[in-house]
């Protein structure tokens, strides 16, 4: 997919600079327009009006509704905390599923991944900065698994993507589709369950 049009290099290289900051608050009112009303509604001049900014500025540089959430995808990923080093294998896969039983629960978070799925869902440029930001989670966290696989709590061979993926799908299924509570216990049952299949090397 053709990629949002960056503005001048110069300029974006300056940190603290003017378009660093109406990126920042244009990327932040299309948050909070996501939350309110939902991709549907998401409105480029309605963006502008709550960030303060021209529209021109805004259509100049985004031009569509998907391209802002593609772009705010991409400042999510960049601004999502470290993985965490428990030592093991399970401290290592509970961390990762409750992080992401937070996020999906948070008042504004957990709204916003709703919307920008269902973004996803109705864009190609919106799914595919989704898949990108995925990427870049289950990389983050991979080395979880290859280090596990160092230590031998698992087989050779055992595909650290997929470990990483087992942990979060039924987390994401509560939360799209079952309505069963998203809570501490389901986040760390959804671990100890991706463990104990890679630990059988289900996952080599």
Known sequence: MPAVTPEPAAVVARPGGRTARIRAAVLQAAGDALVADGFDRLDLA????????????????????AAIVADLLDDMAAQSLPRADTGTLRGDLRANARLVRRTL???RQGPLFRAVIVAATADPRAAEALRRFYAIRIAEWAPCVTQAVTRGELPAGTDADEVIRAVSAPLYYRFLMSGDPLDEPAADRAADAAA?????????
């Open 46 to 65: 309605d963006v502008a009006r709550r960030a303060e900014v021209g529209r021109t500025t805004v259509y100049r540089r985004w031009g569509t509704p």
């Open 105 to 107: 629960t948070d008042p």
């Open 196 to 204: 104990a299949a890679a630990e059988a090397g289900v996952y080599r």
